[in-house]
């Protein structure tokens, strides 16, 4: 079993444990993630390992609450690799097989919440790494203008939910027992968040800002910019169906 080992950054966006991380403990310790740095995080993993050095880091993808702690898990253990989903000497490919403490993992290329994101299989269990693509207690933020690709989202959940793995484990919140389940109630939110734009915009021409305010009511102020860029994100698919075009800062439905 992974070891869940918290990343102490709890917030609006992270939750209230903040990241997890997780340290798979054998032969070739790998933790999952590296959190943001912060010194109790570093330690918790050291006396995990009890001695024994980390050997790499997998990195689901590059935000900063994923990814930035990456240079003081390397202070403490020099000898780590920092493996993320890129063409350099240290990445690894779709489809990998990674030792990964006692087990092999299998990299997944899952894009749309960003373009580097991957989720991880454990060939053994069937248990899945999954970062940022899903998560139990909220949906996940698709920011359009960093990489963000709604459709690429879509079509990763798919593949994701045909791989059929027995569990999820996020990157924020519980581990997830019924994935095909949460899969398909991601998919048919996205649906219904289409419709529900669609039809704000026969009232007439409306920016992203305008669109959220109406399609979030009620949202907490740190939240607000998200639900703007997961609405960028929905136009832009949109548009790519033919079922709204752009005309300057306004978007309008087709037709």
């Known amino acids: 079993m992974p070891l869940l080992i918290p ?17 798979l403990q054998g032969r070739a310790p790998t933790l999952i ?7 109790d995080h570093v330690e918790a993993i050291a006396r995990a390992l009890a001695g024994q050095p980390l050997d790499a880091v997998l990195i689901t993808h590059g935000h900063v609450d994923h990814s930035s702690g990456a240079p003081a898990i390397a202070d403490r253990w020099p000898g780590v690799r920092i493996r993320g989903l890129d063409e350099t000497e240290n990445g690894f490919r779709d489809g990998e097989l990674i ?9 997944v290329a899952t894009p749309g919440h960003a373009p580097d994101h991957a989720c991880f299989l454990v060939e053994e269990t069937r248990d899945l790494f999954c ?9 996940v933020v698709i920011p359009a ?22 569990r999820l484990l996020p ?9 095909s389940q949460l ?3 991601y998919l048919i939110h996205r649906a219904q968040r289409d419709e529900q734009i669609v039809s704000v915009l026969q009232q007439g021409g409306l920016s992203p800002k305008e669109i959220a305010a109406r399609v979030y009511p009620l949202l907490p102020e740190a939240l607000i910019q998200a639900a703007e860029e997961t609405v960028l994100a929905h136009l832009v698919k949109l548009g790519g169906e033919g079922r709204v075009v752009r005309q300057g800062e306004l978007w309008f439905q087709a037709g």
Do not use: C, F
């Not at 203008?145 to 027995?166: F, H």
């Open 99 to 107: 030792l990964a403490g006692d087990v092999r993992l299998r990299a």
């Open 7 to 23: 990343a102490g950054n709890p917030s609006a966006w992270t939750g209230p444990t903040g990241n997890n991380t997780y340290l």
């Open 131 to 139: 970062g940022d693509l899903a998560r139990i207690g909220g949906t």
């Open 171 to 179: 990157g924020h919140g519980p581990i997830v027992t019924n994935p």
């Open 33 to 39: 993630d590296a959190g943001v740095g912060q010194p």
């Open 183 to 185: 899969i398909d109630q």
């Open 145 to 166: 203008t960093r990489g963000g690709n709604l459709k690429e989202y879509l079509d990763s959940l798919r593949r994701v939910r045909d791989m059929q793995p027995a």
